[in-house]
């Protein structure tokens, strides 16, 4: 069997939900999986064309009054079962991590100490700014009544962006508390 690139995978499992069309596909992945997976318009019709060419889903023009003609992509028994076999593969490797403020803070001896506590509090700022947003995410998952089987699965990853931005701001707040102790030196 054919092995996709894993955009290829979460767009296959996007067309199981309610969303169709492309523009669709990126609202959802906004809205829901950009904590963890983030694809752009320039990653989304490549895949979608390489879906339908491989049989994985078929397109349909479908039209509304005073709009125009959209796309909607709708999977096939060979696209489900391209999914399903995905995902019972165990994870390749455990994601690797670029993060700008490590990478900063890891050559901060060449900046002030007043730049380096600027930048864990704007950055911890920005941590507690996403956890609002997935709080805001989990209470519209929640009051959502016809997300089915699928809202544990989706409160299982909004709890994991959760957990580790909360451990990300705990973490600034003990390193701005060490800064403040080597001042205080």
Same mark, same amino acid.
């Given at each position: 069997?054919?092995?996709?690139? =894993?955009?290829?995978?979460?767009?296959?499992?996007?067309?199981?939900?309610?969303?169709?069309?492309?523009?669709?596909?990126?609202?959802?992945?906004?809205?829901?999986?950009? =904590?963890?997976?983030?694809?752009?318009?320039?990653?989304?019709?490549?895949?979608?064309?390489?879906?339908?060419?491989?049989?994985?889903?078929?397109?349909?023009?479908?039209?509304?009054?005073?709009?125009?003609?959209?796309?909607?992509? =709708?999977?096939?028994?060979?696209?489900?079962?391209?999914?399903?076999?995905?995902?019972?593969?165990?994870?390749?490797?455990?994601?690797?991590?670029?993060?700008?403020?490590?990478?900063?803070?890891?050559?901060?001896?060449?900046?002030?100490?007043?730049s380096t506590v600027s930048l864990l509090?704007?950055?911890?700022?920005?941590?507690?700014?996403?956890?609002?947003?997935?709080?805001?995410?989990?209470?519209?998952?929640?009051?959502?009544?016809?997300?089915?089987?699928?809202?544990m699965y989706w409160l299982f990853t909004l709890d994991y962006g959760?957990?580790?931005?909360?451990?990300?701001?705990?973490?600034?707040?003990?390193?701005?508390?060490?800064?403040?102790?080597?001042?205080?030196?």
């Amino acid at each position: 069997m054919k092995n996709y690139n =894993h955009t290829t995978y979460a767009i296959l499992g996007i067309l199981t939900t309610e969303c169709k069309s492309g523009y669709d596909i990126k609202q959802f992945m906004d809205q829901s999986l950009n =904590h963890f997976w983030k694809i752009s318009y320039g990653q989304i019709y490549p895949s979608l064309k390489l879906i339908v060419q491989d049989e994985l889903a078929i397109v349909q023009s479908s039209s509304s009054e005073g709009k125009p003609d959209k796309n909607e992509y =709708h999977l096939t028994s060979k696209g489900i079962e391209v999914l399903k076999n995905w995902l019972e593969q165990p994870i390749e490797q455990i994601p690797a991590q670029r993060n700008e403020i490590l990478l900063k803070l890891f050559f901060s001896r060449y900046q002030s100490s007043k730049s380096t506590v600027s930048l864990l509090e704007n950055y911890k700022q920005k941590l507690e700014d996403r956890y609002k947003t997935f709080i805001t995410i989990e209470q519209s998952i929640r009051n959502f009544k016809d997300t089915g089987e699928d809202t544990m699965y989706w409160l299982f990853t909004l709890d994991y962006g959760k957990r580790t931005t909360k451990a990300a701001i705990e973490w600034c707040e003990s390193s701005l508390e060490q800064l403040e102790m080597k001042k205080g030196e």
